[in-house]
């Protein structure tokens, strides 16, 4: 993103002003290059009066430090069993890393506060295998956290838990993140990662997955050749959005103002995983009916939508289906029955125009499709006047040039309308 275009930022400032949000700094990325510039785009989101609370993994620092004393880790991220040698490994890493960060953001004149806020227990033995020093979340000191974020300091969490018995805890940090996030009921977390969010994915569908995508992401995950770290990273969003969270973002900590080119653009540079009553389609109810029509005004100067009024859409509200983003109404689409037929039309079909482009408009017209298929028609159809070769290249549509497999009664409206659309039709 081009910092010139202040106007595209400051559309998300009044957003984001009061959010909270609970950014997850993978260790790698606190030892990396780009790290002073990562700590940059925090001070910008804190002075847009973001509310931020930093969680940071160390098993980065843990595995250097293993490695200058010669010690074999028991398990490298805290998924597993923590031995003593280990435990106390982690603690002297963990604690230089705060340490460091506290320094950095110091500098920046960012005040923060270490925050013992995670009461845990032993895991214990999990199949079979006694986890030693590793920890189980039992409670996150929400209120705690929320009373630091009043004062305007920055609460660092480190990725230790306590017990209350003489215990110290290693807690894995993406757990932790999560747990945080949802105790707190943030607005967001984000995973800062070491490496690029690369599920295999297409560019676009890449950008956004629902957590119902995420499983089934997930699940080819362990298959294919995912980092461990990124398995996991999607494992805890899904969990966040299906607690409360309802979004979730990986973004790369190498790419330069990863996290403002992530939270201030349309389409971000990472993933977000969105709970799925974030975005959805749904039936159209009658108080969307208004905002539709102010929607389409434009596609129906420029003709690329026939005329509707308030009342004709009423009168067949049953049929319209509405995308919906965050509870704003993005798009829109109708599937008419013509039963007599075995027929069904795809019509009023309409993204906004800083939606277009993210696939909205085929997830809303497969979800027509379907629609149609349930009520087992035999063909669909659509009349277009400018986008004939987007149905005809990415949904299968054919021109088709004899009017007489039109319904009578629609072409009846197509001869009086006199927009000369065209009549495209697919067999299903
Ligand atoms: C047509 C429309 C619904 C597409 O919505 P969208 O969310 O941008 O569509 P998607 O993201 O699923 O698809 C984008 C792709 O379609 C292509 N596309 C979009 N409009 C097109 C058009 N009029 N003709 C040909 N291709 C088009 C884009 O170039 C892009 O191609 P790519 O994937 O190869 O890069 C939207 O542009 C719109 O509302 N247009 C105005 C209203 C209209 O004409 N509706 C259809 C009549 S019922």
Redesign the pocket.
Do not use: N, P, W
């Given at each position: 993103m081009k910092f010139g275009d202040l106007r595209g930022i400051l559309q998300y400032v009044p957003q984001f002003r009061g959010r909270t949000f609970v950014i997850a700094l993978d260790g790698a990325v606190v030892a990396g290059e780009n790290f002073s510039n990562i700590l940059l785009n925090l001070a910008v989101l804190r002075s847009l009066n973001v509310k931020i609370v930093l969680i940071y993994g160390a098993a980065y620092q843990i595995a250097s430090l293993a490695d200058k004393r010669g010690v074999e880790l028991s398990n490298p991220d805290a998924t597993g069993p923590t031995d003593a040698a280990t435990l106390e490994l982690a603690l002297d890493a963990i604690t230089r890393l705060g340490s460091d960060v506290t320094r950095d953001l110091t500098a920046l004149k960012i005040r923060t506060v270490t925050a013992n806020a995670l009461s845990a227990h032993p895991a214990g033995i999990v199949r079979g295998v006694d986890q030693g020093h590793t920890g189980k979340m039992v409670r996150v000191d929400h209120e705690m956290l929320r009373g630091f974020l009043e004062q305007e300091l920055l609460p660092l969490v480190p990725p230790l838990g306590y017990d209350g018995s003489g215990h110290s805890l290693r807690m894995n940090s993406d757990q932790v993140s999560v747990s945080v996030g949802v105790a707190l009921k943030a607005d967001k977390i984000i995973f800062v990662t070491e490496e690029e969010p690369d599920f295999g994915l297409d560019l676009?569908s890449a950008r956004q997955i629902s957590a119902d995508q995420g499983d089934v992401l997930l699940k080819k995950a362990e298959n294919d050749q995912v980092s461990p770290g990124l398995h996991s990273k999607l494992k805890q969003a899904i969990r966040a959005c299906r607690e409360g969270v309802s979004r979730v973002h990986l973004v790369n900590g190498n790419r330069d103002d990863a996290l403002l080119a992530e939270l201030f653009s349309n389409e971000g540079i990472g993933t977000m995983v969105f709970a799925d009553d974030y975005r959805q389609i749904r039936p159209a109810t009658p108080s969307d009916v208004d905002e539709m029509l102010l929607m389409?005004r434009r596609?129906v100067e420029?003709e690329?939508?026939v005329e509707r009024d308030k009342g004709e859409i009423l009168e067949r509200l049953q049929d319209y289906q509405v995308m919906e983003i965050d509870g704003n109404v993005v798009?829109v689409?109708a599937m008419h029955p013509y039963p007599e037929e075995n027929a069904a039309e795809?019509?009023?079909?309409?993204?906004?125009?800083d939606?277009?482009?993210?696939?909205?408009?085929?997830?809303?017209?497969e979800n027509l499709e379907e629609r149609a298929k349930s009520l087992g028609v035999s063909s669909l159809f659509?009349?277009?006047?400018?986008?004939?070769?987007?149905?005809t290249?990415?949904f299968s549509y054919l021109e088709c040039s004899d009017l007489g497999q039109m319904p009578e009664r629609r072409r009846k409206k197509w001869e009086q309308n006199g927009r000369n659309a065209r009549f495209l039709v697919k067999r299903v």
């Open positions: 676009q389409m596609a420029d690329q939508l798009g689409g795809l019509a009023c079909i309409y993204v906004k125009g939606h277009e482009g993210q696939g909205y408009g085929r997830e809303l017209i659509m009349l277009s006047t400018q986008t004939a070769e987007y149905f290249a990415k």
